[in-house]
């Protein structure tokens, strides 16, 4: 028993041995004092064992006699000491892949934008940026009502915005076409203003003094809903005035003017098929290229086909990759035939109308000319459309009524 505890202290090698010369092995073995147990031929391969601080002993021996052996097993502490060893590694390195996977969800690492038509995710993403809300930012410096408020204030056309953490992602999502109820921004209270020169077409008032009525004509920045509510005593004197939130669907007619001129002269792209395809991949900002060719080109088009690594659907990870298409192009010149010339004016005037379609705006009525002018072919056209036609407009001191000692209004 004593015996089997100290060879499982200090570790058994079973061996199986091979070659012309194996008694000679042996006795050499014996000769050099290397204690070798449990002998026995197995299946015409002689199998032994003996502990494993000796084993490297066997290699001047292996080497006189011309032969070979092969580990068939190996036991005892020293050897499970080093599969615990090795099982402990794997445990810290998954244990710290796991931390460093959960400390990369506390920051933002892709920003996608939703619901634009006239604005790119590009331009927003841009605006974005120069409010420091980048890729790598702790998500605990994100206020999302922040980026909210800025959204509407910077584009006029926006009437909807929201924007939602989720795992890594920032998600801007927006509504560039008219929502029914006017959005709440963060001045407060505020006025109903027109934005552009119009004629009312139709006005339903949910809160606030309506100035205007079907029929009426206005002028941008004149007030259409007020923010002022005058408050009333029971012999219909005004005493006092509320301060509130004008909110309305107000829709006016009005027109937009267009104007282009076009060049019957013109150059165009010509591609060679001449192409470069580069390979890389981004590790937060830092890019490194894996193949690169030399660019030789005089003229070229550089394409970017970019894949984000994500775990889940909403855990991005600061790792991307992709491939750099360079295409050479070179320049032609060319001239319009009249014929071309008025399509193209036309497919120009076009995409001007699908803007307003884009956002839901009814038109109404459209007239376009189309002639040619010197060396320009010239396009002039008016749309009248019903639109939205309030604006949000925060009410001023100036504008307060005063109330004078006796509870009524003072007027001018």
Request: charged share 25%; glycine share 6%; net charge negative.
């Amino acid at each position: 028993m004593v015996q089997h505890g100290f060879q499982w202290f200090c570790g058994t090698v079973t061996i199986a041995v091979f070659g012309e010369e194996i008694q000679r092995f042996f006795n050499i073995c014996r000769a050099n004092e290397l204690f070798l147990r449990d002998i026995q031929t197995e299946n015409g391969q002689t199998v032994f064992s003996m502990n494993a601080a000796e084993v490297k002993k066997l290699k001047p021996i292996l080497k006189k006699t011309h032969t070979r052996i092969r580990i068939l097993k190996k036991k005892g502490l020293p050897f499970l000491r080093l599969k615990i060893r090795k099982k402990r590694s794997f445990a810290v390195g998954v244990i710290l892949a796991g931390m460093m996977l959960y400390s990369l969800t506390f920051f933002i690492w892709n920003i996608t934008v939703e619901g634009n038509y006239s604005y790119t995710a590009g331009e927003i993403t841009d605006f974005l940026n120069s409010m420091q809300i980048t890729g790598g930012i702790l998500k605990a410096n994100v206020d999302c009502d922040a980026i909210e408020k800025a959204i509407r204030n910077q584009y006029n056309d926006i009437t909807w915005v929201c924007a939602e953490l989720n795992g890594t992602r920032l998600i801007i999502h927006i509504k560039e076409n008219y929502d029914t109820q006017i959005p709440k921004e963060e001045v407060d209270p505020y006025h109903l203003t027109a934005k552009r020169d119009a004629v009312v077409t139709s006005i339903l008032t949910r809160s606030g003094t309506p100035l205007v009525k079907q029929g009426d004509t206005v002028k941008a920045g004149d007030i259409l809903v007020s923010g002022i509510v005058s408050v009333y005593d029971d012999n219909g004197e005004p005493m006092d005035h509320l301060l509130v939130n004008a909110d309305a669907d107000i829709y006016g007619e009005t027109t937009y003017t267009y104007h282009k001129e076009i060049p019957l002269s013109y150059r165009e792209k010509e591609y060679t098929g001449n192409e470069i395809v580069n390979y890389y991949c981004m590790i937060d900002r830092g890019r490194l290229l894996l193949q690169t060719q030399k660019t030789e080109f005089a003229d070229y088009d550089r394409l970017t086909d970019d894949h984000w690594v994500s775990v889940l659907k909403n855990f991005y990870l600061p790792v991307h990759y992709g491939t750099e298409t360079i295409r050479e192009y070179r320049w032609v010149d060319k001239t319009y035939t009249e014929a071309e010339a008025n399509q193209a004016a036309e497919a120009d005037f076009n995409l001007f109308l699908e803007k307003f379609i884009k956002k839901g705006i009814q038109i109404i009525e459209k007239n376009d000319t189309i002639q040619i002018i010197g060396e320009n072919c010239v396009v002039d056209g008016t749309v009248t459309v019903v639109e939205p036609i309030g604006k949000v407009r925060p009410v001023e001191q100036s504008e307060l009524p005063e109330i004078n000692t006796e509870g009524t209004e003072k007027t001018e």
